[in-house]
């Protein structure tokens, strides 16, 4: 189970691609880094990583429990129907736990810090709130009634928590093709932004 903490794992990879980041962006000749930004940044990344410490192992734990007892289809983990229903699943409950977490405040008091950041760029995907976990698990939890296996789920969220982590960077710009299908550096830079046109 010490695999769901993905943030824990990731860790060097995460190291390593802000040490790029960083030495691409001066090299081109943009400071888009500042040093008490990106201690903050880390700083609320390791209070993530308490936090996912004492709460994935339970939260984790109820999902298998009620996909053994109380799933209400069967899904083999080897289907590939399972995997792209499921990778599906994940993103759609990933999208209305974000989307709820910036229309409800007491959600929003737990997402808000990730969008304090003064600055944009990787160190910002590892400003999170230690809070926001308490209540971002209950929006998976109807992928285990539906019958996701857990091995599904765990892989695709780390998968999930992967993909947004590369989001959070101004060194890419526009991708022709994937614009405006999936997330990108250039459309999250705009969820991100506080420019009055884009509120």
């Avoid at 802000?18 to 930004?37: K, Q």
């Avoid at 810090?113 to 600055?119: A, C, D, I, P």
Wanted: proline share 4%.
């Amino acid at each position: 189970m010490g695999e769901y903490n993905i943030n824990g794992l990731a860790i060097p990879m995460f190291l390593l691609f802000m040490g790029i980041e960083y030495t691409f962006l001066r090299l081109s000749g943009r400071n888009l880094h500042r040093y008490n930004d990106n201690v903050t940044s880390l700083s609320m990344g390791l209070c993530l990583l308490v936090s996912d410490a004492l709460l994935k192992a339970y939260t984790f734990a109820v999902f298998i429990y009620i996909w053994e007892n109380h799933r209400l289809m069967e899904f083999g983990s080897s289907e590939p129907i399972t995997w792209i229903v499921f990778f599906i699943g994940i993103d759609f409950c990933y999208y209305w736990f974000h989307r709820l977490a910036h229309e409800i405040n007491f959600l929003w008091g737990a997402h808000v810090g990730h969008h304090q950041s003064e600055e944009y760029n990787l160190t910002t995907a590892l400003r999170q709130s230690a809070f926001q976990y308490a209540f971002s698990w209950l929006f998976y939890l109807p992928l285990a009634l539906f019958g996701c296996p857990p091995e599904v789920f765990l892989l695709q969220f780390v998968v999930l928590k992967l993909y947004q982590f590369w989001l959070h960077t101004q060194a890419i710009n526009k991708i022709p093709l994937l614009e405006g299908i999936f997330s990108t550096p250039s459309s999250h830079r705009v969820h991100h932004a506080k420019n009055p046109i884009y509120i």
